[in-house]
Protein backbone atom coordinates (compact mmCIF):
# COMPACT_ATOMS: atom_id res chain seq x y z
CA UNK A 1 0.00 0.00 0.00
CA UNK A 2 1.31 3.57 -0.74
CA UNK A 3 -0.07 6.61 0.19
CA UNK A 4 0.79 9.91 -2.13
CA UNK A 5 0.55 13.39 -0.83
CA UNK A 6 1.25 15.99 -3.36
CA UNK A 7 2.52 19.41 -2.95
CA UNK A 8 3.58 22.56 -4.11
CA UNK A 9 1.40 23.57 -6.60
CA UNK A 10 0.26 27.64 -6.60
CA UNK A 11 -0.49 30.54 -8.94
CA UNK A 12 2.23 31.57 -10.94
CA UNK A 13 2.97 34.19 -14.19
CA UNK A 14 3.52 32.66 -17.60
CA UNK A 15 7.15 31.68 -17.56
CA UNK A 16 7.64 31.12 -14.14
CA UNK A 17 8.29 28.05 -12.49
CA UNK A 18 7.42 25.74 -10.18
CA UNK A 19 8.35 22.35 -8.39
CA UNK A 20 5.82 20.05 -7.29
CA UNK A 21 6.59 17.27 -4.48
CA UNK A 22 4.84 14.12 -4.04
CA UNK A 23 5.82 12.75 -0.34
CA UNK A 24 4.95 8.91 -0.37
CA UNK A 25 4.35 6.52 2.75
CA UNK A 26 5.79 3.19 3.37
CA UNK A 27 9.22 1.43 2.81
CA UNK A 28 9.27 -0.05 -0.35
CA UNK A 29 8.67 2.90 -2.09
CA UNK A 30 11.77 1.96 -4.41
CA UNK A 31 9.63 -0.76 -5.93
CA UNK A 32 7.65 1.72 -7.64
CA UNK A 33 7.59 2.91 -10.96
CA UNK A 34 6.41 6.64 -10.80
CA UNK A 35 4.43 9.61 -12.86
CA UNK A 36 3.10 12.67 -13.43
CA UNK A 37 -0.13 13.61 -14.49
CA UNK A 38 -2.55 16.54 -15.21
CA UNK A 39 -6.19 17.33 -15.84
CA UNK A 40 -7.41 20.47 -17.09
CA UNK A 41 -11.04 21.20 -16.89
CA UNK A 42 -13.28 19.74 -19.29
CA UNK A 43 -10.51 17.29 -20.82
CA UNK A 44 -9.12 14.03 -19.91
CA UNK A 45 -6.06 13.55 -17.59
CA UNK A 46 -3.40 13.10 -19.57
CA UNK A 47 0.32 12.00 -18.95
CA UNK A 48 3.21 14.28 -18.24
CA UNK A 49 6.43 12.68 -17.19
CA UNK A 50 6.90 8.89 -15.55
CA UNK A 51 10.30 8.06 -14.00
CA UNK A 52 11.86 4.32 -13.33
CA UNK A 53 12.06 2.08 -9.61
CA UNK A 54 15.86 3.47 -9.81
CA UNK A 55 15.58 6.73 -11.51
CA UNK A 56 18.01 6.16 -14.21
CA UNK A 57 15.00 6.02 -17.01
CA UNK A 58 12.63 8.98 -17.34
CA UNK A 59 10.09 9.87 -20.30
CA UNK A 60 8.25 12.96 -21.21
CA UNK A 61 5.03 13.89 -23.13
CA UNK A 62 5.88 16.22 -26.16
CA UNK A 63 4.02 19.02 -24.73
CA UNK A 64 6.44 19.68 -21.73
CA UNK A 65 9.87 18.01 -23.45
CA UNK A 66 12.59 20.11 -22.66
CA UNK A 67 10.68 22.40 -19.77
CA UNK A 68 10.15 19.72 -17.51
CA UNK A 69 11.87 17.66 -15.04
CA UNK A 70 10.60 14.87 -12.96
CA UNK A 71 13.52 13.34 -10.22
CA UNK A 72 12.80 10.90 -7.31
CA UNK A 73 14.67 10.45 -3.89
CA UNK A 74 14.09 7.11 -2.92
CA UNK A 75 16.06 7.45 0.56
CA UNK A 76 13.20 10.75 1.18
CA UNK A 77 10.25 8.52 -0.42
CA UNK A 78 9.62 12.11 -2.40
CA UNK A 79 9.58 12.72 -6.45
CA UNK A 80 9.62 16.07 -7.84
CA UNK A 81 8.24 17.59 -10.79
CA UNK A 82 10.56 20.81 -11.86
CA UNK A 83 8.44 23.27 -13.94
CA UNK A 84 9.77 25.81 -16.21
CA UNK A 85 9.22 27.85 -18.71
CA UNK A 86 5.40 27.43 -17.76
CA UNK A 87 2.78 28.30 -20.26
CA UNK A 88 -1.38 28.96 -19.54
CA UNK A 89 -2.47 25.54 -21.58
CA UNK A 90 0.05 24.12 -18.45
CA UNK A 91 -2.92 25.33 -16.13
CA UNK A 92 -4.40 21.53 -14.75
CA UNK A 93 -4.55 20.13 -11.44
CA UNK A 94 -1.44 17.93 -11.10
CA UNK A 95 -1.72 13.96 -10.17
CA UNK A 96 1.37 12.35 -8.52
CA UNK A 97 0.78 8.02 -9.35
CA UNK A 98 2.67 5.15 -8.30
CA UNK A 99 2.64 1.84 -10.13
CA UNK A 100 4.28 -1.50 -9.35
CA UNK A 101 4.40 -2.41 -13.09
CA UNK A 102 7.77 -3.44 -14.51
CA UNK A 103 8.73 -0.67 -16.87
CA UNK A 104 8.17 2.76 -18.47
CA UNK A 105 4.27 3.59 -18.26
CA UNK A 106 2.70 6.01 -20.03
CA UNK A 107 -0.89 5.09 -19.58
CA UNK A 108 -2.60 6.13 -16.43
CA UNK A 109 -4.35 2.92 -16.28
CA UNK A 110 -1.78 0.77 -14.86
CA UNK A 111 -1.38 2.88 -11.95
CA UNK A 112 -3.23 1.74 -8.81
CA UNK A 113 -1.86 4.36 -6.82
CA UNK A 114 -2.60 7.60 -6.71
CA UNK A 115 -2.84 11.08 -4.81
CA UNK A 116 -5.04 13.86 -4.11
CA UNK A 117 -3.93 16.29 -6.68
CA UNK A 118 -2.88 19.71 -6.61
CA UNK A 119 -3.69 22.89 -8.66
CA UNK A 120 -1.40 24.59 -11.15
CA UNK A 121 -2.47 28.40 -12.91
CA UNK A 122 -0.44 29.76 -14.70
CA UNK A 123 -1.64 33.27 -15.69
CA UNK A 124 -1.20 34.91 -19.08
Known sequence: ???LVE???GLVQAGGSL???CAASG???SRYGLGWFRQAPGKEREFVATISRSGDS???ADSVKGRFTISRD???NTVYLQMNSLKPEDTA???CAATAAVGIIISPTPYGYWGQ???VTVSS
Open 1 to 3: QVQ
Open 7 to 9: SGG
Open 19 to 21: RLS
Open 27 to 29: RTF
Open 58 to 60: TVY
Open 74 to 76: NAK
Open 93 to 95: VYY
Open 117 to 119: GTQ
